[in-house]
């Protein structure tokens, strides 16, 4: 009959919760268990996401649609360069035969000018017929576009059709103001075919592309704050400029933009491994907004017990065993529901497998 009413008394303690641990703040010490708090500042930090770093938009790229050979430099990336300031020189058997093509479409587009005036002329004398003014004035139309596409694939190089040869080749001239983000450094060096070979920023702001999952999307909106992990610190790097509403059906993820122009870049000690190029990929978090009635808790602050995801909650006299209703992981924890926790609640961290273990019937000294 007494075990029958212990195991009564036992199967109605699991009903209503669980019984207190009672332990000393000695004892506690002892068995390397410690205090932290739940994280109650309403926010979260989502990731690590895949982000894929590039120079802001508003940097300038110039690129060949065939394979150039690098024979001069006169900057190097970094550098300072104005509107029309050489930057490089090179080499490319298909860029003379392109430049050949200008020069010889641009003469026989003032041979066809000449002749279209003076067709129109006779016309208007009544001396030719509409049908043959109209024929070369059609072809100098057709040779001007002709040439003003030679001139935009010629000067997107970065070369002026008009005075670009030297010794050592073509000069390659900035087409607008500001930093040599990206450069070649040495001669020899060959260039690939549309592939940017010269880029040149406004300033040193980068941007990034960053991978956000589905089920991550909704909980993040516009000028939420981005960081990278540099040691134990999270370093804020930017914020999200803009979150896409197309899904990527083939990752299941949506793509969000981020200007990375925080003043931490520059002032924190970042492992040289962290250092943001051009082209790199970094693990990046996101700060996101947590649902009303929810707070963040540890990894290290939650156990599983049978079924049931504890908390050890500091009582006076040791800890209560508090079950929690975890929504979803964050980084460094969980998001659970608040229920009757309070911003002074101590929650028990470290070798919290010995409060485990105490309800499970095994003892402690």
Same mark, same amino acid.
Do not use: W
């Given at each position: 009959?007494?075990?029958?009413?212990?195991?009564?008394?036992?199967?109605?303690? &699991?009903?209503?919760?669980?019984?207190?641990?009672?332990? *000393?703040?000695?004892?506690? =010490?002892? &068995?390397?268990?410690?205090?932290?708090? @739940?994280?109650? *500042?309403?926010?979260? #930090?989502?990731?690590?996401?895949? @982000?894929?770093?590039?120079?802001?938009?508003?940097?300038?790229? =110039? /690129? *060949?649609?065939?394979?150039?050979? !690098?024979?001069?430099?006169?900057?190097?990336? +970094?550098?300072?360069?104005?509107?029309?300031?050489?930057?490089?020189?090179?080499?490319?058997?298909?860029?003379?035969?392109?430049?050949?093509?200008?020069?010889? /479409?641009? %003469?026989?587009?003032?041979?066809?000018?000449?002749? @279209?005036?003076?067709?129109?002329?006779?016309?208007?004398?009544?001396?030719?017929? =509409?049908?043959?003014?109209?024929?070369?004035? #059609?072809?100098? $139309?057709?040779?001007?576009?002709?040439?003003?596409?030679?001139?935009?694939?010629?000067? =997107?190089?970065?070369?002026?059709? +008009?005075?670009?040869?030297? /010794?050592?080749?073509?000069?390659?001239?900035?087409?607008?103001?500001?930093? #040599?983000?990206?450069?070649? %450094?040495?001669?020899?060096?060959?260039?690939?075919?549309? %592939?940017?070979? !010269?880029?040149?920023?406004?300033?040193?702001?980068?941007?990034?592309?960053?991978?956000?999952?589905?089920?991550?999307?909704? *909980? !993040?909106?516009? $000028?939420?704050?981005?960081?990278?992990?540099?040691?134990?610190?999270?370093?804020?790097?930017?914020?999200?400029?803009? #979150?896409?509403? @197309?899904?990527?059906?083939?990752?299941?993820?949506?793509?969000?933009?981020?200007?990375?122009?925080?003043?931490?870049?520059?002032?924190?000690?970042?492992?040289?491994? &962290?250092?943001?190029?051009?082209?790199?990929?970094?693990?990046?978090?996101?700060?996101?907004?947590?649902?009303?009635?929810?707070?963040?808790?540890?990894?290290?602050?939650?156990?599983?017990?049978?079924?049931?995801?504890?908390?050890?909650?500091?009582?006076?006299? +040791?800890?209560?065993?508090?079950?929690?209703?975890?929504?979803?992981?964050?980084?460094? +924890?969980?998001?659970?529901?608040?229920?009757?926790?309070?911003?002074?609640?101590?929650?028990?961290?470290?070798?919290?497998?010995?409060?485990?273990?105490?309800?499970?019937?095994?003892?402690?000294?």
């Amino acid at each position: 009959m007494k075990k029958i009413i212990l195991t009564l008394i036992s199967l109605f303690s &699991l009903a209503v919760g669980y019984d207190e641990i009672l332990l *000393s703040k000695e004892q506690s =010490q002892k &068995l390397g268990i410690t205090l932290g708090k @739940a994280d109650f *500042s309403g926010y979260a #930090l989502l990731g690590p996401f895949v @982000a894929n770093v590039d120079f802001s938009n508003q940097s300038l790229k =110039q /690129t *060949s649609p065939f394979e150039i050979t !690098i024979t001069q430099i006169h900057k190097l990336p +970094g550098e300072a360069v104005k509107k029309g300031e050489a930057i490089c020189n090179i080499s490319s058997d298909s860029l003379s035969n392109l430049i050949y093509e200008y020069n010889n /479409t641009e %003469s026989k587009l003032q041979i066809a000018r000449n002749n @279209a005036n003076k067709d129109k002329a006779l016309y208007d004398d009544g001396v030719i017929s =509409q049908r043959e003014y109209q024929n070369s004035y #059609l072809l100098a $139309n057709e040779l001007e576009l002709k040439l003003k596409d030679l001139d935009s694939t010629i000067r =997107q190089i970065g070369v002026n059709p +008009g005075n670009s040869s030297s /010794t050592f080749g073509f000069i390659v001239k900035a087409r607008e103001s500001g930093i #040599l983000a990206y450069a070649p %450094s040495k001669s020899g060096e060959k260039i690939t075919p549309f %592939s940017p070979y !010269i880029i040149i920023a406004k300033d040193s702001s980068m941007q990034a592309s960053i991978k956000i999952p589905e089920q991550n999307a909704e *909980s !993040i909106a516009k $000028n939420a704050k981005i960081y990278i992990k540099n040691g134990t610190k999270n370093v804020e790097i930017g914020k999200v400029e803009s #979150l896409s509403i @197309a899904l990527d059906t083939m990752t299941n993820t949506l793509q969000a933009r981020a200007i990375l122009d925080s003043p931490n870049l520059d002032s924190a000690n970042l492992d040289s491994s &962290l250092k943001l190029k051009a082209g790199s990929n970094i693990d990046v978090l996101i700060r996101a907004k947590n649902p009303s009635g929810t707070i963040v808790v540890g990894y290290d602050m939650v156990t599983k017990f049978s079924n049931d995801n504890l908390v050890f909650v500091e009582t006076a006299g +040791g800890f209560m065993p508090t079950k929690i209703n975890i929504i979803k992981e964050v980084n460094g +924890g969980y998001l659970v529901a608040k229920d009757n926790f309070s911003e002074k609640s101590n929650l028990a961290t470290g070798a919290i497998i010995v409060l485990k273990g105490v309800m499970s019937d095994l003892s402690f000294e």
